[in-house]
C-alpha cells in the first residue's frame, strides 16, 4: 500500500503477528488465572485487528477499532486479575501500534487514556505507587520510541517524495529548456531568412527601378544616336537639336542612378497625370512615336504616391518595349475608374500577333501591378498589336490615402 512493495507490505504485518503468537504461546505455557480460552481468544481478536486495520481507510473506524480492543483488554485484565502480564502486554502493544497507525494528536491522546487506564485498573487491584509509576513509565517511554521512529519514517518518506518532484521537476525544465532553444535556432533560422529575404526583394526592387527608369532613357538615347549620322548627312541644325537631347537624357539617366543609389522609395515627380503627360511627351520628342493619352472616363485623379508610381513605372516600361520591339508608330493609353477599381489600357499598332516572351521587364510590370493589390494582363490586337490591361482597386487606395494622412 502507498507506493511499498508487496513483500514490505506483508512483512509488515507478519512481524508483529509472529510476536503475538510467541508471547500467547508463552503466557499460556505458564499457569495463570486467566482462563487459556479466552486469552487464546483476545489473542486472536489482536491478530485479526493486525490483518484488517491496514486495509481501513477511515480514520474514525480505525479508532473505533483501537478503543474496541482496548475495553476488550481492560476486560480482560478485570477478569485475570494478572498485573504485569498478558493484559499489560496487549496494552503496550495497542500502544505501540496506535502510534504507528493513528494520526499524531489522535496517538498522543488515545496514549493518554490508554495510561490513564492502566492506572485505574492497578489502583484497583491494590498495586503499589512504584509499580504504577514503572509502567507510566514504560509506556511513556515506549511511547516516545515508537513516536520518533514514525516521525522520522514519515520525514524520510516526505524528503523522498519531494526529491521524486524535484527530480520531476528537473526532467520538465530540461525538456522546456531544449523546446527554448529549438525555437531559439528556429527563431535565428527564420531572422536570418528573413533577412535575406528582404535583400532579396530590394535587389529586386533596385533592379526594376534601374530598368524601368535607366532603361528607358538609354532606350531614348540609342534610338537618337542611331539616327544621328543620318541626320547630320541632311541637318546641322537637326543634329545639334538631337545631341543635346541625347545630353539632356544622359543627365536624367544620372539622376535616376543617383535616386537608386541613395534608395529613394517614390519620386514626388511621379504623382498624377501630370507626370503621366510628361512622360508621354519625352517619348515622343526622342522616338518620334506617337502617344494618346485618354482620360476622359476617369472621375478620380487623386493617387496615393505608390500607386501613382506604378502607373507611371508600367507605362514607362510599356512604351520602353514599344519603342523596342514592336516597331509601331502608334500608342494610346486609356485611364479610367469605376468605384471600386481603377483601370489603365495600353495599345499599339506593332507586329505582335500572340507570341509573348516574359523577360525582365515583363515581369517587373506584373510584380509591381501585384505589389500594388492589383492585375496585369497582355493579349493580342487584331490585325496586329500588344493590349496592356492594368487593374488597381480603389479601396485599397482610399486606405493607404487615409493612412498616410494620420
Not at 481492560?74 to 495497542?94: K, P, R, T
Request: aromatic share 8%.
Amino acid at each position: 500500500m502507498n507506493g511499498q512493495t508487496p513483500a514490505r507490505h506483508y512483512y509488515k504485518k507478519l512481524v508483529p503477528s509472529l510476536i503475538l503468537i510467541l508471547n500467547c504461546i508463552q503466557f499460556l505455557s505458564h499457569p495463570a488465572k486467566a482462563d487459556p480460552i479466552l486469552l487464546a481468544f483476545v489473542f486472536a481478536v489482536y491478530l485479526a485487528f493486525i490483518w484488517i486495520i491496514p486495509y481501513v481507510a477511515s480514520t474514525a473506524v480505525s479508532l473505533c477499532i483501537f478503543i474496541g480492543l482496548w475495553l476488550l483488554t481492560d476486560f480482560f485484565w478485570a477478569v485475570s486479575g494478572q498485573e504485569q502480564g498478558a493484559a499489560y502486554f496487549l496494552i503496550v502493544f495497542l500502544m505501540i501500534y496506535a502510534a504507528f497507525r493513528l494520526p499524531s494528536r489522535l496517538s498522543l491522546i488515545f496514549t493518554a487514556c490508554l495510561i490513564g487506564g492502566n492506572i485505574l485498573l492497578l489502583s484497583s487491584q491494590g498495586g503499589s505507587l512504584n509499580t504504577i509509576i514503572s509502567n507510566i513509565s514504560i509506556m511513556l517511554g515506549l511511547y516516545v520510541l515508537f513516536s520518533s521512529m514514525r516521525f522520522r519514517r514519515e520525514a524520510r518518506k516526505e524528503a523522498e517524495r519531494n526529491h521524486a518532484e524535484l527530480a520531476k521537476m528537473h526532467v520538465q525544465l530540461e525538456h522546456a529548456h531544449k523546446e527554448l532553444q529549438k525555437a531559439h535556432a528556429e527563431l535565428q533560422e527564420a531572422s536570418v531568412l528573413s533577412l535575406r529575404y528582404a535583400v532579396l526583394e530590394e535587389r529586386t526592387r533596385i533592379a526594376r527601378d534601374i530598368h524601368d527608369s535607366i532603361g528607358h532613357e538609354l532606350t531614348s538615347v540609342i534610338v537618337q544616336l542611331q539616327s544621328l549620322p543620318y541626320i547630320l548627312k541632311s541637318s546641322k541644325e537637326d543634329s545639334e537639336k538631337i545631341i543635346q537631347n541625347v545630353l539632356s537624357v544622359a543627365r536624367e539617366c544620372l539622376q535616376e542612378v543617383r535616386s537608386v543609389v541613395h534608395q529613394m522609395g517614390r519620386s514626388e515627380s511621379m504623382v498624377g497625370l501630370t507626370a503621366l503627360r510628361g512622360l508621354i511627351h519625352q517619348v515622343e520628342e526622342r522616338s518620334g512615336l506617337h502617344v494618346s493619352l485618354d482620360t476622359a472616363g476617369l472621375s478620380e485623379e487623386s493617387w496615393p504616391p505608390n500607386v501613382s508610381e506604378t502607373i507611371y513605372r508600367i507605362l514607362q516600361e510599356s512604351l520602353t518595349n514599344i519603342i523596342r520591339h514592336a516597331d509601331a508608330s502608334h500608342a494610346a493609353a486609356v485611364i479610367s475608374n469605376d468605384k471600386s477599381h481603377l483601370y489603365v489600357t495600353i495599345t499599339d499598332d506593332g507586329q505582335f500577333t500572340g507570341s509573348l516572351t516574359y523577360g525582365f521587364g515583363l515581369t517587373g510590370m506584373k510584380e509591381r501591378a501585384e505589389k500594388a493589390g492589383g492585375s496585369l494582363t497582355f493579349s493580342a490586337v487584331q490585325p496586329s498589336g500588344l493590349k496592356i490591361e492594368l487593374s488597381l482597386p480603389l479601396m485599397t487606395m482610399h486606405k493607404e490615402q487615409k493612412d498616410e494622412q494620420r
